[in-house]
């Protein structure tokens, strides 16, 4: 058990709905990470937060936003999906802003039909 | 942005085989960290290893930063070994944590 928590585990919605997954990082971690993987993508950074604050973006759409929380747990929403959207999504942590080693939750699996 | 490839791509062994995983990388890197991805789909760390040795259990990994690649040693694999094996990095001199991940080592390992 890496001690970051992922829910839900698993997410089947529709075309152009809008839905919200949740992190809640390890203990002390300030750092949280979304990553999504796909079989024609591979694993690809989304976006970073540390102590509330965005600090890194990367392949990250329009379409979909983050926060993380005072408590800092995080949220990734993601709207208008699309069949493309359909990926296991992982939250990751880690103690400090960089040059750490991330811990990854279990992921959340969407499918969008 | 900063290229890693990881080889082979896939690999098959049976139980008790040693093998190595290559992930050579095109920049300078900070940080290096190896993942073995079980077949559950969980992502678990296995290292954080931006430069020299290091041993845990039967597995052991070595980077040589200035020549830019990474190894990963498994001995005497056992079938849990199964899975996806990824090499992430993040490049010197960035200015934001991004750890960019290779596509991967399949490994199997039969009975």
């Known amino acids: 058990d890496s001690g970051v928590t992922q829910t839900p585990k698993h997410l089947i919605t529709a075309t152009g709905q809008r839905v919200t997954l949740r992190c809640s990082p390890r203990s002390g971690d300030l750092s949280v990470y979304w990553y ?11 976006i970073q937060y540390y102590n509330g604050e965005e600090r890194a973006k990367g392949n990250i759409l329009e379409r979909f936003s983050a926060q993380q929380f005072p408590d800092l747990h995080s949220e990734l929403n993601l709207s208008s999906l699309e069949l493309g959207d359909s990926a296991l999504y992982f939250c990751a942590s880690s103690a400090a802003k960089r040059d750490e080693k991330l811990f990854f939750g279990s992921g959340t699996q969407l499918s969008v039909l | 942005g900063i290229q890693v490839e990881q080889s082979p791509p896939d690999l098959i062994l049976q139980e008790g085989a040693n093998s190595t995983l290559r992930c050579n990388f095109s920049d300078s890197v900070n940080n290096l960290q190896w993942f073995h991805q079980n077949p559950w789909g969980q992502l678990i760390n296995l290292f954080y290893i931006p430069s020299g040795t290091k041993q845990n259990g039967r597995l052991s990994a070595t980077t040589v930063a200035t020549e830019r690649y990474s190894l990963l040693y498994i001995s005497s694999s056992q079938t849990t070994d199964s899975g996806v094996y990824f090499c992430a990095v993040v490049r010197s001199g960035g200015s934001n944590y991004k750890l960019t991940f290779g596509k991967g080592t399949l490994l199997t390992v039969n009975p």
Not at chain 1, 36 to 46: A, R, T, V, Y
Request: net charge negative.
């Open chain 1, 36 to 46: 999504q993987q796909s079989l024609d993508q591979g694993l690809q950074f989304l």
